[in-house]
């Protein structure tokens, strides 16, 4: 029993410090964010990184999102005879929830874990200490582009994934179940209002400072050796994963 609550101790302390670590972590961040310059050129270069070479994956998951969506909820709706409400319904789903949540897990696994791994061998291999001793602040120039770069290409990656899927409902819903053109298109500007759009902005934002926050984290803090970096990215995608789902409740129950 007394090693039972000496382990639960532990474990508390443990997370508390890592906690806390974390938090200094970004708050380091956020502080170098506002101290010019910035190193534009490598801002460039991890938005092509995060975001363009993200685009196909996007692009592929959005499509078939929105296609099964448009299969399960024309299944449902033909029941109540719905079906013309088959275009806000699978709208609503991909601008405020589909579109956010997944192209930011899509953005982890290729982007994130990659940037985990980058930052995690320039650990092991001194390279962030070097930086150090030539007098680069390893923040500014590894830390503040990765999480500028994300919190711009998060929202244009869900947006991309938002009409690539509505187009692959249209495909599904229209060309292939007999749905009206003019009811899927007409009843989605009806029903869809700047809130919507808002909602899924905030959510993309949050989810991209989230996602560079902990994966430059993680390779920030790798132990070192091989097994370090492999530790750290596995944490980098896991974690981030398992914070886009748990922040995304919280933030549709403040913003519903």
Do not use: H
């Amino acid at each position: 029993m007394v090693n039972l609550i000496q382990r639960l101790g532990n474990f508390v302390i443990t997370f508390v410090e890592k906690l806390g670590k974390t938090g200094v972590f970004l708050g380091t961040a956020i502080f170098w964010t506002f101290i010019p310059p910035l190193k534009i050129g490598r801002i460039i270069k991890q938005i092509s990184f995060i975001g363009v070479k993200s685009s196909f994956i996007v692009i592929l998951t959005g499509s078939f999102t929105g296609m099964v969506l448009t299969l399960q909820t024309y299944y449902g709706m033909e029941k109540f005879g719905a079906e013309a409400l088959l275009g806000p319904t699978v709208a609503l789903a991909l601008i405020r929830e589909l579109g956010p949540v997944l192209s930011a897990l899509m953005v982890t696994g290729r982007a994130g874990s990659a940037i985990a791994a980058e930052i995690g061998i320039m650990r092991i291999t001194e390279q962030i200490d070097a930086l150090e001793v030539m007098a680069l602040n390893p923040y500014r120039y590894l830390i503040v582009p990765n999480i500028l770069a994300g919190i711009i290409t998060f929202p244009l990656l869900a947006s991309i994934f938002n009409v690539v899927g509505i187009l692959g409902g249209y495909l599904v819903g229209v060309k292939l179940l007999g749905v009206s053109q003019g009811a899927y298109f007409g009843e989605m500007v009806n029903f869809l209002d700047m809130k919507d759009i808002t909602i899924g902005l905030y959510k993309s934002l949050s989810f991209g400072l989230i996602v560079t926050w902990i994966c430059c984290y993680q390779g920030f803090t790798t132990s070192y050796g091989a097994e370090g970096v492999s530790k750290a990215t596995t944490g980098a995608v896991v974690t981030s994963s398992v914070l886009i789902l748990v922040w995304d409740y919280f933030l549709t129950s403040v913003l519903l």
